[in-house]
């Protein structure tokens, strides 16, 4: 999986949007983004994944740039239940399923009441 | 519901004794996986099986034993276990379909060897 690097820690407002970059400048045209994310020592969760348009689910939003050099993943409205570490991780199209998934350090997001 | 069972949650053991943890999966995917994770280390991946009878090495697999006699059923074994695989372990089950592989993680097994 391609390299990538996210701010240690965050902190945000309950009840704002919880904006996380990650930067993948190394990325491979057949590589896509995901994002997971862990709260404390829990199973990690997956959030959502793109190739290059922007996505939406009920959980968040990815926003990937043009150049596919970078992205933020977007939580509209955070909670308190939203304090996790959140993992960007890329991994090629034709990554079979049993591929690990390489998790970094992440972003260790706090939201503050 | 969609889930994957890891048993048991909380382990403590003495070195030596061997253990087996068991991770059961109801999605009917190929895919099933074993991490480890340790502190400054993130989740490193142990085994995997693209199907039943199938296994093979991840990054760090030395000292664990697996197997996949059914699709559901991904057991990881401790033949004989020692501190330093004192750990929090995950069991992940996925299917790949278009490229798009989502990852479904158990709840995780704490390990400690004595």
């Known amino acids: 999986d391609a390299k990538t690097t996210q701010p240690p820690s965050m902190d945000c407002a309950e009840g704002r949007a919880a904006n996380l970059p990650c930067n993948h400048s190394?990325?491979?045209?057949?590589?896509?983004v995901y994002w997971y994310r862990q709260i404390h020592s829990q199973g990690p969760q997956y959030i959502i994944h793109?190739?290059?348009n922007n996505e939406t689910n009920e959980m968040a939003s990815l926003i990937i740039t043009e150049d596919r050099k970078s992205s933020t993943l977007i939580l509209p409205h955070a909670t308190l239940r939203d304090t996790a570490v959140y993992y960007c991780?890329?991994?090629?199209?034709?990554?079979?399923?049993?591929?690990?998934?390489?998790f970094g350090k992440g972003t260790h997001l706090i939201i503050q009441p | 519901e969609a889930q994957v069972t890891q048993n048991p949650r909380y382990l403590i053991t003495v070195t030596g004794k061997k253990l087996t943890v068991t991770c059961s999966q109801n999605?009917?995917?190929?895919?099933m996986s074993w991490y480890r994770q340790d502190p400054g280390l993130g989740l490193r991946q142990i085994y995997y099986?693209?199907?039943?009878?199938?296994?093979d090495k991840g990054d760090v697999p030395e000292g664990y034993k697996v197997s996949r006699k059914e699709k559901r059923n991904f057991p990881l074994i401790l033949e004989s276990p020692s501190p330093n695989q004192t750990s929090l372990y995950f069991c992940?089950?996925?299917?790949?379909?278009?490229?798009?592989?989502?990852?479904?993680f158990g709840a995780g097994t704490r390990l400690s060897v004595l």
């Open positions: 992940a089950s996925s299917r790949d379909l278009l490229g798009k592989n989502i990852q479904y």
């Open positions: 190394t990325i491979s045209g057949n590589e896509y």
């Open positions: 793109g190739l290059k």
């Open positions: 991780i890329v991994r090629p199209y034709s990554g079979g399923g049993a591929d690990g998934l390489t």
């Open positions: 999605m009917n995917h190929e895919y």
């Open positions: 099986s693209m199907n039943v009878e199938v296994t």
